[in-house]
């Protein structure tokens, strides 16, 4: 487990969204009063930010969820395994919105799990 951990952290801070291609800051993606729709933000836009910015989705993405479920803890290693792969499925799946490639990965997790 723990050496899993560090391999998907590694991945995480040695490699950059996507390679040789101009990252746009997620403030681009506001509206004139500073909000950013994240019902409408595509995998693409996710791909195309910082990293940073990326990891600050996934977590706000990940509180969002857990509060739906109305869940008041956080389990850590759990939430970057799942940012990691919401950004390789994302890569690979420009045109869909990230809600729909979370709910996507959640059933995939849900499938996994019930086996």
């Not at 990293?51 to 977590?59: R, T, V």
């Not at 509180?63 to 109305?70: A, E, P, S």
Request: aromatic share 8%; with cysteine.
């Amino acid at each position: 487990m723990m050496k899993r951990l560090a391999l998907v952290l590694a991945a995480m801070l040695s490699a950059p969204l996507v390679p040789a291609q101009a990252q746009t800051e997620l403030s681009a993606y506001a509206d004139k009063n500073g909000y950013v729709n994240v019902q409408k933000l595509t995998c693409g836009q996710l791909a195309g930010t910082f990293q940073e910015d990326a990891n600050f989705l996934g977590i706000w993405y990940s509180g969002w969820y857990n509060g739906l479920g109305k869940k008041s803890s956080v389990n850590l290693p759990r939430v970057k395994e799942g940012i990691h792969e919401l950004i390789v499925y994302c890569k690979a799946n420009q045109g869909s919105t990230i809600i729909n490639a979370i709910d996507v990965l959640l059933k995939a997790e849900k499938a996994r799990r019930a086996q």
